[in-house]
Antibody
Framework: EVQLVESGGGLVQPGGSLRLSCSAS????????MHWVRQAPGKGLEYVSG????????YYADSVKGRFTISRDNSKNTLYLQMSSLRAEDTAVYHC???????????????WGQGTLVTVSS | EIVLTQSPDFQSVTPKEKVTITCRAS??????LHWYQQKPDQSPKLLIK???QSISGVPSRFSGSGSGTDFTLTINSLEAEDAAAYYC?????????FGQGTKLEIK
């Protein structure tokens, strides 16, 4: 059974930093693209970032480019999102999401984690 | 950036009714359009991939159609458990984008 378990969320002040982790199990983590999708409270879904299976290719939404860094450790089956210079508008539940392929970006999202809440507030 | 516009935003429906949700893209995206269901306090679940391809484990009452800019999610014979928000998502070009969502309420 595929499981994606996020951690690392919490309350942080504007301008602060946070690192999210996603522990994956139930599939060969190193063979698939992985992504982060966020959802502000009571709002819709917003794509944040993605990374290819070997970590060689990444993508960022304009809203987080230069502030967030996606990475993965295939030896630990773990996906990360390093977030810095956080703003109030980054407040959201951050979902770790699995893609169906090892590379390429024409991806749907076949499994989602429950998410971890990040609240940016003073 | 490709904008996806869903309609309606909200619909109140009775069980066994047929429901149609549409998703219109601001430019052609071929068949790179996917549908998700999100129940309250749950994460989204994939319902349909590439406009019309079914997903293992998803009830057959859910189906998708369309290509280019106009897409449809159809739920035949709605059940009470289908109360949820539904989102379309395009993967034709980065950044991926989602529709604003359609909330289905069961009367």
């Amino acid at each position: 059974e595929v499981q994606l378990v996020e951690s690392g969320g919490g309350l942080v002040q504007p301008g602060g930093s946070l690192r999210l982790s996603c522990s994956a199990s139930g599939f060969t983590f190193s063979s698939y693209t992985m992504h982060w999708v966020r959802q502000a409270p009571g709002k819709g879904l917003e794509y944040v970032s993605g990374i290819s299976s070997n970590g060689g290719s990444t993508y960022y939404a304009d809203s987080v480019k230069g502030r967030f860094t996606i990475s993965r450790d295939n030896s630990k089956n773990t996906l990360y999102l390093q977030m810095s210079s956080l703003r109030a508008e980054d407040t959201a539940v951050y979902h770790c999401v699995k893609g169906p392929f090892s590379s390429g970006w024409d991806n749907y999202f076949d499994y989602w984690g429950q998410g971890t809440l990040v609240t940016v507030s003073s | 950036e490709i904008v996806l516009t869903q309609s309606p935003d909200f619909q109140s429906v009775t069980p066994k009714e047929k429901v149609t949700i549409t998703c219109r893209a601001s430019q052609s995206i071929g068949s790179s359009l996917h549908w998700y269901q999100q129940k309250p306090d749950q994460s989204p679940k994939l319902l349909i991939k590439y406009a019309s391809q079914s997903i293992s484990g998803v009830p057959s009452r859910f189906s998708g159609s369309g290509s280019g800019t106009d897409f449809t999610l159809t739920i035949n014979s709605l059940e009470a458990e289908d109360a949820a928000a539904y989102y379309c998502h395009q993967s034709s070009s980065l950044p991926y984008t989602f529709g604003q969502g359609t909330k289905l309420e069961i009367k």
